[in-house]
């Protein structure tokens, strides 16, 4: 396996919202209990208008580094925390400016709700800096990976979805780096690399191992839906969601050799196959033990009165 699997990502822009709070950890358990920390979600607008904001989720940041030094992104978020200079409280002329090198991750959890694994792509923690200008507008959403591909699929342009041109998807895994197997999915919306892409036969049974690269983008979309009512005027519904997307616009002219003892062998991608599974295994028990013991902490409530039968009066 390759020593050092490419995994980064840069993101530069005006912090526009954020989430972050100065925590406790609670558990008496646990080595650091009692230690602060800082945990939460810092949304950065790449563009100058605002519109391409980018999440970037920080799950433990603490005041000191594991060699009991100054962490700077801890001091960095701190003041973001404290001097509230965001687009959304003093406009974009006085945000904060920052940068962030940082890699993509995957964030598992259980739904018990729907009794499945739920696997969603987020930027995970990095670097923080404040810096004074940004740089090119091209340069602010990037990211770069070596890329296990399985799979390609064309999507088909359907205005009745929101679909307005067709794009391609390209399934696989990325690495950690721990060397974690992470899976991902991306989309290919140029014609040439839609054309590329399918055009290296990956599948399950014969995966491509390249490196690919792209843009990161994140945006708002507004949703009309209109229901057509028996009689007056239909009902009208707007709404928005949210749209994040990584979309590579290059890929490596040649592919690493998938097999060889220097990039990735067939039994080393197993293996990294099987602890994940080992891994959601946990996620799952340890989620199942939380929903057990949330469930068991609830108050009993009473009986519903029984209903008398007859017409349906209320």
Request: glycine share 6%; aromatic share 10%.
């Amino acid at each position: 396996m390759k020593k050092s699997m490419i995994n980064t990502e840069h993101i530069e822009g005006r912090v526009y919202d954020h989430s972050l709070e100065v925590k406790t950890v609670k558990d008496q358990s646990s080595a650091n209990f009692g230690k602060e920390f800082i945990a939460g979600q810092l949304e950065i607008a790449t563009d100058d208008n605002g519109l391409n904001v980018i999440p970037v989720h920080f799950t433990y940041v603490t005041e000191f580094t594991a060699s009991n030094k100054k962490n700077y992104t801890y001091a960095v978020l701190k003041q973001i925390i404290d001097d509230k200079k965001t687009i959304l409280n003093v406009g974009p002329e006085d945000a904060f400016k920052v940068k962030i090198d940082t890699a993509l991750a995957v964030n598992d959890f259980f739904s018990a709700r729907d009794n499945v694994m739920v696997s969603t792509k987020q930027n995970e923690g990095g670097f923080v800096c404040l810096v004074n200008d940004l740089c090119r507008p091209e340069e602010r959403n990037t990211f770069s990976v070596d890329m296990v591909i399985t799979n390609v699929k064309r999507v088909e342009a359907d205005p009745e979805k929101s679909i307005a041109n067709d794009y391609v998807t390209v399934s696989g895994a990325v690495f950690n780096f721990r060397n974690e197997l992470q899976p991902v999915e991306f989309k290919v919306t140029s014609d040439g690399g839609m054309n590329y892409f399918e055009g290296i036969g990956a599948s399950p049974a014969e995966p491509v191992f390249t490196k690919v690269w792209g843009k990161i983008c994140s945006t708002t979309q507004t949703v009309t839906k209109t229901e057509e009512s028996s009689f007056g005027e239909p009902a009208v519904k707007t709404y928005t969601k949210k749209i994040k997307d990584w979309i590579i616009t290059g890929a490596s002219k040649d592919p690493y050799d998938f097999g060889s003892e220097d990039f990735l062998t067939k039994e080393e991608l197993k293996k990294a196959m099987q602890d994940r599974e080992v891994h959601l295994a946990d996620v799952r028990k340890r989620s199942e033990e939380y929903q057990k013991n949330k469930e068991s902490n609830k108050t009993t409530a009473p009986a519903p009165a029984p209903v008398a039968n007859g017409d349906f009066v209320f």
